[in-house]
């Protein structure tokens, strides 16, 4: 039965991407076109011809470098945790995960797949999920981060007004807000053993599957939340990973010779991966390609954008590569089903294990 609920969720996601997919490649060009304004528009050929190739390379590394970043980020994460394991696993955990978010989005997630096999190296598997998923949230974070200096840069320069925020950037400042308190309230919850009592959480937690889990990832919230500082430290010195996530996009836009602001790819782009982020798609397909069109179909004609948003898909998922052969050479990977199962497992044999406190 779950796996067929498995299958059926697939199966909408997946048509769910190729709807959006639809609607945004109705309006793609390969050849030169005439556009609403009347303005004459490059095609798909008409771009890859005037394309500057050579920029392409220095965006490839800007794709590759958070790979490494975000590695660091999650070990260390980790070891707060005192789940110790070399940087070099932790790297190639990451690009595992990172190629099966890319290349092979479906009802095994990165994050799970990154999980299991974490989960062969310590006793504590619930304390490595919470590492997992805080470091999701900081990546969030970071990303919520960047739209909000480049508006409050713009703004303090005089480059843009209070009514500007208020209309022209209406859209980013209020899902900055969202993500940004959102990540407050999830901070709260986690790090306030209070809070969690007052919502009565430990008493959920108990009517839950995998409470054996539940109990040990409390006691890793509360290492996190006497560990403030090392988290600050966390967030703040992979915040480079994420903007270089973003110089290679505004590379390949460079290089599509599309005429897009650069600050204008430090605003935007953060938001689209927000919103592509929501599970509503496979690795968010159609929903990135439709944002593009969306905050940035004002700066260049649509096909132009479009062939932005294939070129930012497809060298991430070049780069992601390496996890592939990490995949092929290492254990055979389970089913969702029967990972969850061991997780389970490891969720009983944890209960009698006692937490390791740093």
């Not at 050929?45 to 050579?54: L, V």
């Not at 096999?117 to 919470?130: D, K, L």
């Not at 108990?206 to 054996?212: H, Q, S, V």
């Amino acid at each position: 039965m779950k796996g067929l609920r498995r299958g059926l969720v697939l199966a909408l996601k997946l048509a769910v991407a190729a709807a959006l997919l639809y609607w945004a490649f109705y309006k793609f060009h390969l050849h030169d076109y005439t556009g609403a304004s009347g303005q004459g528009q490059r095609g798909f050929i008409t771009i890859i011809s005037q394309s500057r190739w050579w920029l392409l390379p220095p965006a490839i590394l800007c794709f590759l470098a958070p790979i490494f970043i975000l590695s660091v980020r999650w070990w260390y994460l980790l070891g707060i945790q005192q789940i110790h394991i070399s940087l070099g696993q932790a790297m190639r955990l990451t690009f595992l995960g990172t190629f099966f978010n890319y290349v092979v989005p479906g009802t095994v997630s990165g994050d799970l797949v990154k999980a299991y096999y974490i989960f062969q190296h310590t006793h504590r598997p619930a304390a490595a999920m919470v590492s997992i998923f805080v470091d999701r949230v900081v990546g969030l974070v970071e990303f919520a981060i960047l739209p909000t200096v480049v508006m409050g840069g713009m703004f303090l320069a005089g480059a843009i007004t209070l009514d500007n925020l208020r209309h022209q950037y209406f859209w980013p400042v209020v899902m900055v807000a969202v993500v940004l308190a959102g990540s407050a309230v999830f901070g709260v919850v986690l790090l306030s053993p209070g809070v969690r009592r007052l919502l009565h959480l430990r008493q959920l937690a108990g009517l839950l599957p995998m409470r054996e889990h539940l109990a040990v990832a409390a006691e890793a919230a509360n290492i996190y939340r006497r560990r403030l500082p090392s988290l600050a430290k966390a967030l703040g010195v992979t915040l480079g990973g994420q903007a270089f996530f973003i110089t290679g996009i505004m590379l390949c836009g460079l290089a599509l010779r599309l005429p897009v602001p650069p600050f204008q790819y430090f605003l935007y782009v953060p938001l689209i991966y927000i919103i592509a982020a929501v599970p509503i798609s496979p690795g968010g397909l159609g929903v990135a390609e439709n944002c593009y069109l969306l905050f940035l179909g004002g700066f260049a004609g649509n096909t132009e954008i479009l062939s932005l948003a294939a070129v930012a898909r497809l060298l991430p998922m070049i780069c992601s590569l390496p996890g592939l052969v990490i995949w092929m050479r290492g254990p055979r990977l389970p089913k969702a089903n029967q990972i969850q199962a061991q997780m389970h497992l490891s969720g009983q044999q944890e209960k009698a294990t006692p937490p390791v406190n740093p």
